[in-house]
């Protein structure tokens, strides 16, 4: 063992004995649903913490916190436990569990040899990469999980973190998901609602122009979208230019020419406006705040004429929401892998 390091008997017998003896009630079991391995940096790592336990009352899981610095000159291993215990059904007591490994030098560039007996068998394992971190490809962490997640919003070049991830996605394994796609569901849903009804389904494959307003860490979010609905729709990229205010994408239709700007003039919201043009109609998804929250207004025109327009509460964009909801998902995300591939495809064009 190196600085305090613990070998694994230890470490299930310790955090054994915590759920036993825990000062806050009666012993707990151990409810752990999931594994979750995350791999983050010194830097990085309290705010990562926060989000994992804040997550565990909802879902428990046996998190591996793996704080990494492969650079440290001198190997070093050190081992922290803690539970997170809580009431569950009936009258008792339930606990998750967090392993926090601090490894430095040499032991960093072997972290699946760390992480992988440490995890509970027969339970879905999710590997988080945080702050727009990939993974060496060739790590042995990636054998270890049945989902890597990723968020591609931090990242200097959204452009290349979208690429290499797409990279990711066509090694079939494991499954991969993005925080930025997740943030994405509502104004998917919002969108695909603007064409529910039979009078307007039709309008869809009349689309000719896409106009998406989003604060410059939201560009993933953006190109995302644009290529869930070019891949939704059989749009096939021909020309793409960066603009003074974004970019530029042009895309030949079944109906014709689709042009999509993107522009990142939004100074907080992500995403702050989606406006599709169809014809003589227009449907727009705005997000806006009222008091406490984030709503959506949607609305669709044709001229001057209002013909329809509602207003929902937006859920809570925060990566501990975000996370939660990729943790209920283990397996392939299929119009995520579609959305991403297009993207990066009209990237290339």
Not at 29 to 38: E, L, Y
Not at 138 to 154: E, N, Q
Not at 200 to 223: F, N
Request: aromatic letters at 4%.
């Amino acid at each position: 063992m190196i600085g305090d390091a613990m070998s694994v008997e230890e470490i299930e017998r310790e955090l054994a004995r915590r759920r036993r003896t825990s000062e806050d009630g009666p012993p707990g079991a151990r409810a752990c649903v999931v594994n979750v391995i995350v791999v983050t940096s010194e830097e990085c790592a309290p705010d990562v913490a926060r989000v994992v336990s804040d997550l565990s009352g909802h879902h428990p899981s046996r998190t591996i916190l793996m704080v990494s610095d492969p650079d440290e000159g001198e190997a070093n291993l050190e081992v922290s436990l803690s539970t997170f215990c809580g009431i569950g059904r009936g009258e008792g007591r339930v606990c998750a569990e967090q392993i926090t490994i601090h490894a430095e030098g040499p032991p960093a560039e072997h972290l699946e040899s760390l992480a992988g007996p440490l995890l509970i068998p027969d339970l879905p394992t999710f590997l988080w990469y945080p702050n727009a971190t990939l993974p060496d490809p060739s790590t042995g962490m990636l054998s270890l999980t049945d989902r890597l997640i990723l968020d591609s919003g931090p990242a200097e070049d959204h452009e290349a973190f979208l690429r290499a991830a797409s990279n990711l996605c066509r090694t079939g394994l494991p499954a991969v998901a993005d925080l930025q796609w997740t943030a994405l569901s509502p104004w998917r849903a919002l969108v695909a609602d603007l064409f529910t009804p039979p009078q307007r389904a039709g309008e869809l494959a009349e689309i000719m122009q896409m106009e998406v307003q989003h604060a410059p860490a939201g560009e993933s979010q953006a190109l995302l979208l644009a290529g869930w609905l070019a891949s939704a729709l059989e749009w096939r990229p021909e020309q793409t230019s960066r603009t003074e205010s974004g970019r530029k994408l042009s895309l030949s239709a079944p109906s014709g020419t689709v042009t999509v700007d993107l522009s990142h003039d939004s100074p907080e919201a992500a995403l702050s406006q989606v406006r599709l043009r169809s014809g003589e109609f227009a449907f727009e998804v705005r997000a806006s705040r009222r008091e406490e929250y984030v709503c959506a207004c949607t609305t669709v025109t044709r001229g001057e004429e209002v013909l329809g327009e509602r207003t929902v509460h937006l859920c809570s964009s925060s990566v501990g929401a975000l996370l939660g909801e990729e943790l209920c998902l283990p397996g392939r995300d299929l119009a995520y892998e579609a959305a991403l591939h297009k993207t990066v495809e009209i990237l290339g064009s």
